[in-house]
């Protein structure tokens, strides 16, 4: 172990990725070194996600694996969002840990590896209303040539199945100026992808009363990063896409024809009794109206079964809404009871087993309809962010614009390239989710 060292073990989503690159930085300012591995750091840190249970479940054997591995002069920290959540638990539960930080102040690493290190008193658990960034970080992160920037965290509003706000408190949007320095910083790394996140990244502004903010700010992005082909919006919210955003989209060529939108499910009795809008109608309009604006749209959603007022013929009644709609690609979680959630006091009448098999049919019909879409892409080249590269046997796998990193589809090609690299692939056969082809 070597003293003034840190390593990061990063778990759960993209907005935790980027929190524990801005930790990495705040430690870095410090003096601190990057170490490998856990057991050559003085100090290791678990960023832990807490958000359901088996993500939860990860966080607490990460943090019992490396307590269990700690030296005499090693100091674990837990940061993230189950410490947020569930600070007191986790002291008591694992005395191993030295010490913890929220989501909500991730400046508090310096005082607290200080106080560690032998300068001063580990102050205790601050708690903070809302989220404060920390001056001057860059909340990015990149991975060959994609990227993940932060425009804002939190959330202001209250669906009923949803932790988050109660985690990472109310809405708080990054000021501009701040994410046009980050997406400088990842044009000059030379990025062909910059994915925008946050809880909703349609709601932009709107903790500053902006009007329409995510495409005024897009108005002002898209002109500083002309070198990044691919600019991808992740996590919109249903009936918040603006005339003015579809119109942007529909003519900007960075700004990918690509539409994220979890909409949890199609029965207004479920989507009310989840406090989310239930206006399945509008929802069916804005994508038809993008669809005929935007002829490549590619259109992800994210559904729930399972929730408590789900019964059998609403559950029918979301199956034949995704046979209509006919989503590109689609995630389906089977609920799972949160507490301090407002659903918790509906508790848990679905069986997981009625659960699983409504997600298995979900998915079966997903597979289905993806596969019949994606017939119509043979013949067709497509650009592809090269990932990762088999030099011996000429095979390179990475993404189209039709996928998002992590969540969506690869593609499968035959030929060479760099990683990080746009290339067009010839597509010669279709998966239910991969493409597969040949280098252009
Ligand atoms: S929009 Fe709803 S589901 Fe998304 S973070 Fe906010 S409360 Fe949670």
Same mark, same amino acid.
């Given at each position: 172990m070597k003293k003034n060292t840190f390593h990061l073990i990063s778990l759960g989503c993209a907005k935790n990725l980027v929190d524990s690159n801005v930790l990495a930085q705040l430690l870095e300012a410090e003096g601190l070194t990057y170490a490998d591995s856990p057991d050559q750091a003085e100090f290791v840190l678990v960023n832990t996600c807490g958000f359901i249970h088996d993500a939860r479940q990860e966080s607490l054997d990460t943090i019992r694996e490396v307590a269990g591995l700690k030296k005499s002069r090693q100091k674990l920290i837990v940061t993230g969002c189950l410490s947020e959540r569930w600070r007191e638990n986790l002291l008591i539960a694992h005395p191993g840990i030295d010490g913890l930080i929220g989501t909500r102040r991730l400046e508090d690493i310096v005082p607290l590896v200080r106080a560690l290190a032998g300068q001063g008193k580990v102050s205790p658990y601050l708690d903070y209303p809302a989220l404060q960034y920390a001056a001057g970080a860059s909340y990015t992160t990149i991975q060959g040539g994609s990227s993940y920037l932060k425009i804002a965290d939190g %959330?202001?509003?209250? %669906?009923?199945?949803?932790a988050i706000p109660g985690i990472k408190g109310s809405l708080v949007s990054r000021p501009v100026e701040d994410i046009l320095r980050d997406a400088l910083f990842l044009q000059e790394a030379g990025v062909n992808e910059i994915n925008l996140i946050a809880q909703d990244v349609t709601a932009y502004g709107a903790d500053r009363n902006e009007q329409d903010g995510l495409f005024v700010f897009l108005q002002k992005l898209l002109p500083e990063i002309p070198e990044v082909p691919w600019l991808r919006l992740l996590y919109t919210y249903p009936g918040m896409i603006s005339d003015n955003l579809i119109d942007l989209m529909a003519n900007s060529?960075? +700004? +990918?024809?690509y539409l994220d939108i979890p909409l949890q499910h199609a029965s207004p009795e479920v989507l009310r009794s989840m406090r989310r809008p239930s206006d399945v109608d509008s929802v069916r309009r804005t994508i038809q109206t993008m669809r005929s604006r935007i002829p490549d749209l590619v259109v992800r959603t994210t559904l729930i079964v399972g929730f408590p007022t789900e019964t059998e013929e609403r559950f029918q009644q979301l199956y034949r809404f995704v046979e209509e709609m006919q989503f590109d690609n689609m995630g389906v979680f089977t609920y799972s009871p949160e507490v301090g959630t407002f659903a918790e006091s509906l508790g848990d009448p679905i069986s997981q087993e009625v659960k699983e098999i409504r997600r298995e049919k979900l998915m079966e019909l997903q597979s289905r309809l993806a596969l019949e879409k994606k017939q119509a892409l043979i013949g067709k080249t497509l650009d592809i962010l090269v990932e990762g590269v088999d030099k011996e046997q000429e095979v390179l796998i990475g993404r189209s614009y039709r996928d998002a990193p992590e969540i969506d589809g690869l593609v499968v090609a035959n030929g060479l390239a760099s990683v990080g690299d746009l290339t067009p692939v010839t597509i010669e056969g279709v998966g239910p989710y991969d493409l597969f082809g040949s280098k252009a």
């Open positions: %959330c202001h509003r209250s %669906c009923a199945f949803c060529k960075q +700004l +990918l024809p």
